[in-house]
C-alpha cells in the first residue's frame, strides 16, 4: 500500500510547534524565532513534505502565484523579461506561471482565463493585436494586472512600457546625422501598438530632416524568403535605402542573411540596426548596433506595481515609460558618397 503524503500536522508534530508555526514559517508573513524556523525546516526535509500551493491559494481566494502572458519566448526581449520575472518573483516568494498567446487574441483570452482559474495572485499580461476581450474578462475578475511593453489606451489597468517613439526618433535622428536619408523600418506586425509609435518616431525624424529624407516601412511577411524578395526590390531603386532597422531580432537575423544573399554589404553598403539585444549581437561581425530595451526595470517596476496594486485595489492606476539604450557599433557607418549605393544587376 502507497504511503499517505506527510501532511502540516506531521509536519507540526515532529518539530514540536503549533501548526500555525509551520504555516508562519512556510507563508513568510509572520516572524518565527530562529531556533523554532530550524526546527520546522528539519522536519520538512526528514518528512519531505510539499505545500500544497493550490489548496493554500483556493482557501485564501489567491496563491501565491503569478501569471505572466507573453506573446512567444522566441524574440529575446520577451525571454529575457519573463527571466527578469522570475528572478524578482522568486525574491519576493512567488512563483511564476508563464503562458504563451502567439499573438493570437483567442489563445490569449484562452491562456489568460485559465491562469485565473487557477486563482493566481496577479497577472503581467503583452497584450496581442486585438486584446480586447482579454481586457474586459481581466477587469471583470478583479484579479489585480499589469501591462507592459504595449500601451493599451485605457486608463483601465497600471502600466509599464518603454519609450518606443522616442527611441525610433533618435535611432533615425542619428542615422541622418550619418548621411542617410532613406532609412527602412522593417516590422512584422504593424497593428501593434508599439510598432505603430515606432513609424510615428521615424516619420518625425525624416520630417524634421527636410524632403531630402524619406521614411520606408517594411512589413517582411512570414519568414526570409519573403523578406528577401521585398528588400531585393528596394535595393535595385534608381536611389536604393542606405539604412535598416529591424523590429526584433529574429527580423534583425532575417535581413543580415538577406543582405549576404543578396551580396549587399554591411555597414559598406547599407548600416543595420535593430529593436532588442540577442546574445550574439556582439559576437558577429560587423558587431550589431541595436536599441537596448530596459528589460530588467520594466521587469521590476511591473512587479512592484503589482505589489501595490494586490495591496491595496483602490490606488490611482499608474503608467511609467521608461527609456532605451541605442548602442551604435559597426554595423552603423557613414553613408556612401552619392551614387555609390549597394550594386544589385536590375532585371
Avoid at 529575446?76 to 519576493?92: G, H, N, Q, T
Avoid at 482579454?134 to 477587469?139: E, G, M, N, Q, V
Avoid at 546625422?177 to 525624416?206: F, N
Wanted: net charge positive.
Amino acid at each position: 500500500m502507497r504511503r499517505a503524503p506527510p501532511t502540516i500536522l506531521d509536519v507540526a508534530k515532529l518539530a514540536k510547534v503549533a501548526v500555525g508555526t509551520v504555516s508562519n514559517v512556510l507563508n513568510g508573513k509572520v516572524p518565527v524565532s530562529d531556533s523554532r524556523r530550524r526546527r520546522v525546516q528539519k522536519a520538512i526535509e526528514k518528512l519531505g513534505y510539499t505545500q500544497n500551493v493550490l489548496a493554500t491559494g483556493l482557501r485564501r481566494r489567491r496563491t501565491p502565484m503569478v501569471g505572466v502572458c507573453v506573446p512567444h519566448t522566441s524574440v529575446a526581449y520577451f525571454s529575457a523579461l519573463v527571466d527578469a520575472f522570475e528572478e524578482v518573483a522568486a525574491d519576493r516568494g512567488y512563483k511564476i506561471i508563464q503562458v504563451l498567446t502567439q499573438l493570437d487574441p483567442a489563445q490569449e483570452l484562452d491562456r489568460v482565463q485559465a491562469l485565473l482559474h487557477y486563482h493566481v495572485a496577479g497577472l503581467i499580461l503583452v497584450p496581442s493585436i486585438q486584446p480586447d476581450r482579454t481586457l474586459k474578462a481581466l477587469a471583470k475578475a478583479g484579479t489585480p494586472v499589469v501591462i507592459i511593453d504595449r500601451p493599451t489606451g485605457t486608463e483601465i489597468f497600471d502600466e509599464v512600457t518603454f519609450d518606443n517613439r522616442g527611441a525610433m526618433f533618435d535611432v533615425a535622428r542619428r542615422l541622418i546625422a550619418l548621411g542617410h536619408r532613406r532609412i527602412v523600418l522593417i516590422v512584422q506586425q504593424p497593428k501593434l501598438s508599439t510598432t505603430r509609435l515606432r513609424i510615428r518616431g521615424l516619420k518625425e525624424a525624416v520630417a524634421e530632416a527636410g524632403s531630402s529624407a524619406a521614411a520606408i516601412v517594411v512589413e517582411c511577411g512570414p519568414d526570409e524568403i519573403t523578406l528577401t524578395s521585398r528588400l531585393a526590390v528596394l535595393l535595385r531603386q534608381d536611389n536604393p535605402p542606405t539604412a535598416f532597422v529591424a523590429a526584433n531580432n529574429t527580423i534583425a537575423a532575417w535581413l543580415m542573411r538577406a543582405l549576404r544573399s543578396l551580396k549587399v554589404a554591411f555597414p559598406e553598403d547599407v548600416s543595420v540596426m535593430a529593436f532588442g539585444e540577442p546574445e550574439w549581437a556582439d559576437l558577429v561581425t560587423p558587431r550589431l548596433s541595436v536599441v537596448r530595451q530596459p528589460t530588467g526595470e520594466i521587469a521590476r517596476t511591473a512587479w512592484e506595481l503589482l505589489i501595490r496594486r494586490m495591496t491595496d485595489e483602490k490606488l490611482p492606476v499608474r503608467h511609467v515609460e521608461l527609456k532605451a539604450e541605442i548602442i551604435m557599433r559597426d554595423s552603423v557607418a557613414s553613408n556612401l558618397p552619392r551614387g555609390s549605393g549597394p550594386r544589385i544587376t536590375r532585371r
